[in-house]
């Protein structure tokens, strides 16, 4: 009786054993062992690879499982709507855009107060709140404007009756037109396609136009209306210096208007890349690409856009974020944790720091970064743009009310430069389409 006993309990614990060792190999496989997990839902395709290559040197030093994953381009939010509600699957790290952003997020952001990537700002007032709660902290801050060839210009400047003696003469639309234009005209002599890289309008180029130049009138309009926070409807003020630039993009181009819908943005990395024109829109991030495909820092730099508005002589570039980490408040506490010491790491580390601000070619927000020099020629030349004094502009079209509002903007650029559709189209998109939008995502609060 007593060997049977024995044999039973015996025969009991080894299964209480097994199951425990089932379940604590089920929990190492989220957890790491004990030590949380961190997936990082990652919003910059152009990085995509070197975020991982830094969470398998973190995983490397510490045994913590991360994990980054990163949807095609305007599939973010679609893809984040879907992978959060995989409960503790569900990224621990994801990412929003700013204000208008944030509101689809309420309910997952965890309060960062407490948190270095907070603590550790240069100035704390960039950071997302809500009320008392600290719901999102950018970990990048990025400049745009008119990438352009210094060789190239160079060039220019030294051809008979040139329009400019020096690049720093270019500071307005009509001096930025006046250069460009005579450019488009001797392009067979200084050897390009045109002044300025196709604006293309398929999906990898459109959000150029659509965003980031739509961004310009929004910042002229709101700064001279005092507007800080998501207006219900906008007037359009500086529509007329919208179309001054736009015109100017697609009459001096490399490609004829016909040809934009189909243009990707890899067409307009390899036509500046391969010296087939001078000006290029875009941002500090593009420097990966373009050193990609052969650029040299010492061959490019950057220009403010111009639309001709009243005292654009003293615009700078324009500068801000779109890249905010959240941490998920319904993920674990030790994932939240392993996120939280993940986030300290980047900023902190020597292997963290150099991923973001060299191998990403991020400018980022953080007293940690001080000793940190970037080797992203025109994040030095958006450094030395601020440290002139110039009025940098801010990055308003974080109040986008929708990604629809973009999307039909840019059908109507796309129908006016091809010469199917009116300015007033355009008007119609950026006024009346702004209202519209703005009443439908707000009419649950009605």
């Not at 948190?115 to 801050?141: C, F, R, S, W």
């Not at 160079?154 to 250069?179: G, P, Q, R, T, W």
């Not at 801000?320 to 300290?344: H, Q, V």
Request: with cysteine.
């Amino acid at each position: 009786m007593m060997n049977r006993t024995f044999k039973s309990t015996l025969a009991l614990i080894t299964c209480i054993l097994m199951a425990c060792g089932v379940f604590a190999a089920c929990g190492s496989t989220n957890s790491s062992n004990g030590k949380g997990r961190v997936y990082f839902l990652n919003f910059k395709p152009e990085v995509a690879d070197q975020w991982k290559e830094v969470a398998e040197e973190y995983t490397k030093e510490t045994g913590v499982e991360v994990r980054v994953e990163t949807p095609g381009p305007g599939t973010y939010e679609q893809v984040l709507k879907g992978e959060i509600s995989k409960g503790d699957d569900a990224p621990t790290l994801f990412q929003v855009n700013g204000p208008v952003g944030y509101a689809n997020w309420t309910d997952y952001t965890d309060d960062l107060k407490d948190t270095e990537i907070y603590k550790q700002l240069h100035n704390k007032d960039i950071a997302l709140k809500d009320g008392d709660k600290i719901v999102a902290v950018p970990y990048v801050m990025e400049t745009y404007g008119l990438i352009y060839n210094k060789d190239l210009l160079a060039k220019y400047i030294a051809m008979h009756k040139a329009k400019i003696k020096s690049v720093k003469e270019i500071n307005s639309f009509d001096k930025l037109k006046e250069v460009a234009d005579d450019i488009q005209k001797r392009k067979s002599d200084l050897g390009v396609d045109g002044a300025f890289t196709s604006a293309g309008f398929n999906s990898s180029s459109d959000w150029r136009f659509k965003t980031h130049l739509a961004n310009i009138p929004l910042y002229y309009e709101f700064k001279e209306d005092k507007i800080t926070k998501q207006p219900a409807k906008i007037k359009g003020s500086y529509l007329d210096g919208f179309k001054n630039i736009f015109d100017l993009y697609i009459k001096d181009s490399t490609v004829p208007a016909s040809e934009l819908e189909n243009k990707t943005g890899d067409d307009a990395i390899a036509e500046f890349a391969k010296h087939r024109a001078v000006f290029y829109q875009n941002g500090t991030w593009a420097w990966d690409e373009l050193s990609k495909v052969g650029m040299q820092a010492k061959e490019v730099g950057m220009l403010p856009i111009y639309i001709g508005a009243p005292g654009e002589e003293n615009q700078g570039l324009a500068t801000g974020s779109e890249n905010y980490w959240c941490i998920n408040k319904k993920s674990s506490a030790i994932n939240k944790k392993a996120t939280r010491d993940f986030l300290k790491w980047l900023i902190e580390s020597r292997a963290g720091k150099e991923a973001l601000s060299q191998k990403m070619g991020f400018t980022t927000p953080f007293n940690t970064f001080a000793d940190i020099k970037s080797d992203n020629p025109l994040t030095e030349d958006a450094v030395a743009d601020v440290q002139s004094g110039k009025i940098s502009v801010s990055w308003n079209f974080t109040m986008i009310p929708s990604d629809n509002w973009k999307n039909n903007l840019g059908s109507a650029l796309l129908s006016y430069a091809k010469g199917d559709a009116k300015w007033s189209d355009v008007k119609s998109a950026f006024v009346g389409g702004w209202a519209k939008e703005y009443a439908q995502s707000h009419a649950s609060e009605d």
